[in-house]
């Protein structure tokens, strides 16, 4: 148990689906990310929420699109992916943005079709 | 140029023995700070040690500390006493102090599997 669960564990959608990835963390962190993680590439972070703000957009195609509705949630809706899109997608929290660590979840193994 | 560099991509050790997993990172920044996370197959990230750039003293948490070398920028991790369940893999990192937010520079990894 890590204090941040990602739901869910395992996606498999078409190219023409909608769905979303849903992160919660009970921490009492302020700030939570989302990262992508293919295979043998390092890890790539694609968002950043600091008090329900957007912080950081690194240049993250707009198929994909986050949501932060509070401190605790944190979503990735994603619609007409590309099978490259593909990967294991983790969320992490943190105690303001400069921290010494971070808290990931599981991730979700997104497979796109 | 890569700024995280782990030369390692797979080791294999036998249980109980030490193993050192190998960093470079390059940056001009003074100060930054080192990470080492594991990651099991089950998926998460787990924090495991960290180094700022001027702490004196090398890292240690339980069986694991970092051999933070400055001037070489190297900061490899090493696991005493090897368990088979530290088999994973293990991803070193770097925050540069230039970013307002919590970026973190991540290598490729290393798959580390102990064998009994």
């Known amino acids: 148990e890590t204090g941040v669960t990602q739901t869910p564990r395992h996606l498999v959608m078409g190219m023409t689906n909608k769905k979303s990835l849903k992160c919660e963390q009970h921490l009492g962190h302020n700030a939570m990310y989302w990262y992508k993680q293919s295979a043998k590439k390092p890890l790539e972070l694609m968002f950043v929420y600091n008090f329900k703000e957007q912080t950081e957009n690194n240049s993250v195609p707009s198929r994909f699109s986050p949501e932060c509705p509070n401190s605790s949630h944190l979503f990735l809706h994603l619609h007409t992916l590309q099978p490259e899109d593909s990967a294991l997608y983790l969320c992490a929290s943190s105690q303001g943005t400069n921290p010494t660590e971070a808290f990931f979840g599981q991730g979700t193994r997104l497979t796109v079709v | 140029a890569q700024k995280i560099t782990q030369t390692q991509p797979g080791m294999f050790v036998q249980e109980k023995e030490a193993v050192t997993l190998d960093c470079t990172y390059d940056?001009?920044?003074?100060?930054?700070?080192l990470f080492w996370y594991k990651q099991p197959s089950s998926g998460e990230m787990i924090f495991l040690i960290y180094q700022g750039s001027y702490d004196e003293q090398n890292a240690t948490e339980g069986r694991y500390s970092l051999n933070f070398q400055k001037a070489r920028k190297s900061a490899n991790l090493v696991i005493s006493a090897s368990q088979l369940g530290d088999s994973a893999m293990y991803f070193c990192a770097m925050r540069e102090s230039m970013d307002s937010n919590y970026q973190l520079i991540w290598g490729a990894g290393t798959k580390l599997i102990i064998k009994p």
């Open positions: 940056t001009s920044d003074q100060s930054y700070g």
